[in-house]
């Protein structure tokens, strides 16, 4: 399988800090980290010129990154209503586009969208689609909802999903396999296939770039390309420690950033007994947000 770190065992310590030093020593990496950042920010209205300040303050202090991000831009922390208006709209277009990728591949049938955060995605799936009558978002975080079609259901075990035996058509996963040890996450996936219906699909859209070199899809995954392997998995964990600790204000949250290229996605869905049906790498794709990363959706069904 191939390893979370290309070069082998993950860094040592916080990875978001590992990220954050590779950034400060890789011009490439660093340029394109804040290019990508910036120009998001430049969509949505947030002050695009505080960006680089932003990031060089991390770069001085990788061990408290986070802290000295939100002393040099302190709206970070405590939004203004521009700021706030500006990243809810980033963050509702970004699952505007995730919709539209998503539901193509939605199955006749009971719908979960797992690590969801809220309930903005599944609640989109069920106006675009006519898949099933529940529609079920869930996560280890966040407060119980029923809405109708509706709800969000508390996963009280991180590999284990509050779904009955082959109940579900089509179980949802973005962003946030690799928010999890291998170990944990292999154990999901194993539940994932216990909830799936014989016919049903998981759909994953994680952040995630092929294993070897691929036609560039435009002039950002080409930068991103030409970057080291080490680099690469820099970009994705660098760009995590932006979304999570800095923009949703989450500095504790655990980075394990144990991201998978496609050739690891194979083998570890695999090894839950899923085959990948499709694979599409999305390049880093425009998802509408407030930053940018590489992601690829893949499509997986139980085998057997
Ligand atoms: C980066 S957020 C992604 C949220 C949402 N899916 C999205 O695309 O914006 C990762 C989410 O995964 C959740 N999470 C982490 N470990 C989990 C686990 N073992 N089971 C379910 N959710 C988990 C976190 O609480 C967090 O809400």
Do not use: H, N
């Given at each position: 399988m191939s390893s979370p770190h290309p070069s082998g065992a993950p860094p040592a310590g916080d990875p978001a800090a590992a990220a954050i030093r590779m950034m400060a020593a890789s011009p490439p990496l660093r340029d394109l980290v804040s290019d990508v950042i910036e120009e998001g920010w430049a969509r949505w209205g947030l002050p695009r010129q505080d960006v680089?300040?932003?990031?060089?303050?991390?770069?001085?202090?990788?061990?408290?990154?986070?802290?000295?991000?939100?002393?040099?831009?302190?709206?970070?922390?405590?939004?203004?209503?521009?700021?706030?208006?500006?990243?809810?709209?980033?963050?509702?277009?970004?699952?505007?586009?995730?919709?539209?990728?998503i539901a193509p591949h939605v199955r006749p049938g009971p719908v979960c969208d797992m690590g969801a955060g809220d309930?903005?995605?599944?609640?989109?799936?069920?106006?675009?689609?006519?898949?099933?009558?529940?529609?079920?978002?869930?996560?280890?975080?966040?407060?119980?909802?029923?809405?109708?079609?509706?709800?969000?259901?508390?996963?009280?075990?991180?590999?284990?999903?509050?779904?009955?035996?082959?109940s579900t058509a089509t179980v949802i996963a973005t962003g946030m396999l690799h928010h999890m040890s291998a170990e944990v996450r292999s154990r999901l996936l194993d539940d994932v296939r216990r909830c799936l219906t014989p016919d049903g699909a998981l759909i994953l859209l994680e952040d995630t770039y092929p294993a070897m070199d691929w036609p560039s899809r435009d002039d950002v995954d080409e930068r991103f390309q030409a970057l080291s392997s080490d680099d690469r998995w820099g970009f994705l964990a660098a760009t995590d420690w932006w979304g999570n600790r800095v923009m949703k204000n989450l500095p504790d949250v655990p980075l394990p950033c144990t991201f998978l290229d496609l050739a690891g996605w194979r083998v570890t869905l695999a090894g839950a007994g899923l085959a990948v049906r499709s694979a599409d790498y999305l390049g880093v794709v425009d998802c509408g947000g407030h930053m940018a990363t590489p992601r690829s959706l893949v499509v997986a069904e139980p085998i057997g």
């Open positions: 680089t300040g932003i990031l060089a303050a991390a770069m001085d202090t990788p061990d408290d990154a986070t802290r000295t991000a939100f002393t040099a831009a302190p709206y970070l922390c405590r939004p203004d209503l521009a700021f706030a208006d500006g990243y809810a709209a980033a963050r509702a277009a970004k699952f505007d586009v995730f919709a539209d990728l309930v903005q995605l599944i609640s989109r799936l069920a106006q675009r689609t006519k898949s099933g009558s529940r529609f079920v978002a869930t996560d280890v975080f966040g407060e119980p909802l029923d809405d109708g079609d509706v709800s969000f259901v508390l996963q009280e075990q991180p590999d284990r999903l509050p779904l009955a035996d082959s």
